[in-house]
């Protein structure tokens, strides 16, 4: 059974930094493609990054492009969101998601059949 954990957010100012875990168990994330999305209160959830089975990332967020990243270790099994500079509008359940069945990036929410529970992540001051 695959299972997807997420870690790592919290409550931090403005221009902060937080590094969201994502640790799978059941399945080998470096098979296939991972995602991070996030929901804020109001909005539709939304792609951030993605990373695939080749290590390359995919930025669907105009808005974290310099600074976000997303990185995978094999070893643990786990991918991360490393999150810089934060703003306030970065607040949001960030939830990690991967796909059993692709080795290449999406931004569309139901080609990714493992879902995290969500981590909550509040920027403000």
């Known amino acids: 059974q695959v299972q997807l954990v997420e870690s790592g957010g919290g409550l931090v100012q403005p221009g902060g930094s937080l590094r969201l875990s994502c640790a799978a168990s059941?399945?080998?994330?470096?098979?296939?493609?991972t995602a991070w999305f996030r929901q804020a209160p109001g909005k539709e959830r939304e792609g951030v990054l993605c990373?695939?089975?080749?290590?390359?990332?995919?930025n669907y967020a105009d808005s974290v492009k310099g600074r976000f990243t997303i990185s995978r270790d094999n070893a643990k099994n786990t991918v991360y969101l490393q999150m810089n500079n934060l703003k306030p509008e970065d607040t949001a359940v960030y939830y990690c998601?991967?796909?059993?069945?692709?080795?290449?990036?999406?931004?569309?929410?139901?080609?990714?059949?493992?879902w995290g529970q969500g981590t909550q992540v509040s920027v403000s001051s």
């Open positions: 998601a991967a796909t059993s069945v692709f080795r290449s990036c999406s931004n569309a929410a139901q080609v990714y059949d493992s």
């Open positions: 059941g399945f080998s994330l470096d098979l296939h493609a």
């Open positions: 990373i695939n089975a080749n290590d390359r990332s995919t």
